[in-house]
């Protein structure tokens, strides 16, 4: 009887060991995926200007810059346990959106158009003060097809929210979950 209620202490201590050693490692691993360098405690997002007005076949979205910058600091703050900063950032996140744009992408047998696209393109450049040989610079685009006959006006929020979700997860991929 006294040696199986020590096998169970033993069994017992052995599964809290693990879980502490489970729970400590989740400094750097977290369960969304996130491999967070080690040392690195914080990030900042600089303002994604919108330079689209300036690209041919581009037009100006008032308020894109600002929804999109906003989108890729909620998703690493809802992501990580890193702290998000103004400046001094230890991961630091920047780039431009460089194209807004909506194409024709199907006719009709009339030759107009029946399905349009909607693109955007952010010019990405991502800095770690930790580690230099993570930094890097890259395009990310995504789109969203709609109905010719709606005008971008009316599907903007479900179009924003589909394109901002894709381009800021493939941000976050690419620079913590190194997927």
């Not at 994604?48 to 999109?68: K, Y």
């Not at 709609?146 to 599907?155: E, G, S, T």
Request: proline share 3%; charged share 20%.
């Amino acid at each position: 009887m006294i040696s199986m209620i020590l096998n169970q202490n033993k069994l017992l201590s052995l599964i809290i060991l693990i879980l502490i050693l489970s729970f400590k490692s989740c400094k750097f691993y977290s369960f969304t995926g996130a491999s967070i360098p080690p040392g690195v405690n914080t990030f900042q997002v600089n303002f994604f200007e919108n330079q689209a007005g300036n690209r041919s076949g581009s037009t100006v979205e008032p308020g894109l810059d600002n929804d999109f910058t906003n989108a890729l600091q909620d998703l690493i703050m809802n992501q990580t346990n890193l702290d998000l900063v103004t400046n001094d950032g230890q991961l630091i996140y920047e780039g431009e959106i460089t194209q807004y744009s909506v194409t024709p992408m199907s006719a009709t047998a009339k030759i107009t158009a029946a399905q349009n696209r909607l693109k955007m393109t952010v010019d990405f450049r991502f800095i770690n003060t930790k580690r230099e040989e993570d930094d890097y610079s890259k395009k990310y685009s995504f789109f969203y097809d709609f109905p010719a006959q709606l005008q971008v006006y009316d599907i903007k929020d479900e179009a924003h929210e589909e394109i901002f979700n894709r381009i800021t997860q493939d941000i976050f991929n690419d620079t913590l979950a190194k997927w």
